[in-house]
């Protein structure tokens, strides 16, 4: 048992004063994860700061452009069953309510989400060699259980998954996180907040270690007319997605006028193709262009042995998802898309 301090904190300032204390910061909020990082000594901080008393970290509130602010601190559950999420962002709802549980969505909370990390198995073994937890004693996963593992974006140094589906949905509507630290306010485009592994893996994100995110805003656009999220998994609650595939569309005319597809579960980020969306634009949404949309998207597809399934697993659920986007009303539970 290590000993550590722990701080309550009410206000930002503290919090921020707290950080600047001591190297070994932890900071605390729904603790889903950082509790699963403790037990399996991952993680030793000498001082947590539970930053659950900022009261206004968890609202949830329209911005000036017609917009949307998720504070960092409302949980997943308030946020998927906001009034306006459920109307505005479905895709968002949707994504959310496909991750973890519902006592676990009760307790996480927006900014923990996305800072989430990996679940690879070797992560978490401290008996085993992981580049991520260990920078440079190896990736086991490349040559050994690697089904749940990436496709695209790899590195010689890691081939671990980003593990969240509300994160998917976010980058799908280009959402944008807010931070603070002691010198400032900064925003971070998603498609800009996590990162790949290249040669250091133990970095999962551009968040800087004196910073706290304060929420993250959503634009006007929530695709709420043409919008699916399909999660394929193991199994059909409480796991984590093999491939997921957030899809929000805009139609005019019958034809595609703008579209954003992200997919989970196959990269150590959300992973979008711009090139596969621009693609589409102009073009009828049919099976036949969704897929070679896919092709696109799926290029540089590359399998470890056990998760080469993914990669056809990914085209056939960016058609399906892209097909079901278009008709909503198939996102019935049970209900079957018609291609
Ligand atoms: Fe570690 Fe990444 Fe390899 Fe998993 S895939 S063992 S997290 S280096």
Redesign the pocket.
């Known amino acids: 048992m290590n000993n550590f301090s722990y701080q309550k904190v009410s206000e930002t300032a503290d919090a921020l004063d707290q950080i600047s204390k001591c190297n070994l910061t932890q900071i605390i909020a729904g603790g889903t994860n950082i509790i699963d990082l403790w037990k399996y000594n991952l993680i030793q901080p000498k001082l947590l700061i539970d930053i659950n008393g900022i009261e206004k970290f968890k609202r949830i509130q329209q911005t000036e452009d017609g917009g949307l602010f998720l504070g960092a601190l409302a949980t997943n559950s308030d946020t998927a069953y906001h009034m306006e999420v459920e109307k505005n962002y479905p895709l968002l709802s949707r994504a959310i309510l496909a991750g973890a549980s519902a006592q676990i969505r009760n307790s996480a909370t927006n900014g923990g989400n996305i800072l989430q990390r990996?679940r690879?198995y070797?992560?978490y073994d401290a008996a085993?060699p992981?580049?991520?937890?260990k920078p440079g004693s190896g990736?086991?996963?490349?040559n050994g259980l690697n089904r749940m593992?990436a496709i695209v974006g790899t590195s010689e140094?890691?081939?671990?998954v980003f593990p969240s589906d509300m994160c998917v949905a976010l980058a799908a509507l280009e959402a944008v996180v807010h931070v603070v630290s002691s010198v400032g306010k900064r925003e971070i485009k998603f498609s800009a907040f996590h990162r790949l592994?290249g040669n250091t893996?133990e970095i999962d994100n551009n968040l800087q270690p004196n910073e706290i995110i304060t929420g993250i805003s959503l634009p006007p656009e929530g695709f709420a007319e043409n919008y699916s999220y399909l999660k394929l998994r193991d199994r059909n609650s409480y796991a984590f997605a093999l491939v997921s595939v957030a899809t929000g569309m805009k139609l005019e005319n019958g034809l595609i006028q703008k579209i954003r597809i992200v997919l989970g579960g196959i990269a150590h980020k959300p992973w979008r193709v711009p090139e596969a969306e621009d693609f589409l634009i102009g073009k009828n949404p049919t099976a036949v262009n969704f897929a070679s949309a896919a092709e696109l998207i799926l290029k540089d597809a590359k399998g470890f042995g056990d998760n080469d399934f993914k990669i056809e697993l990914s085209k056939r659920a960016i058609v399906r998802n892209c097909i079901m986007a278009i008709h909503p009303e198939t996102l019935r539970p049970g209900a079957q898309p018609s291609l």
Not at 139 to 142: S, T, V
């Open positions: 990996t690879c070797y992560f085993s992981c580049n991520k937890r990736c086991p996963a490349k593992h140094d890691c081939i671990a592994p893996p």
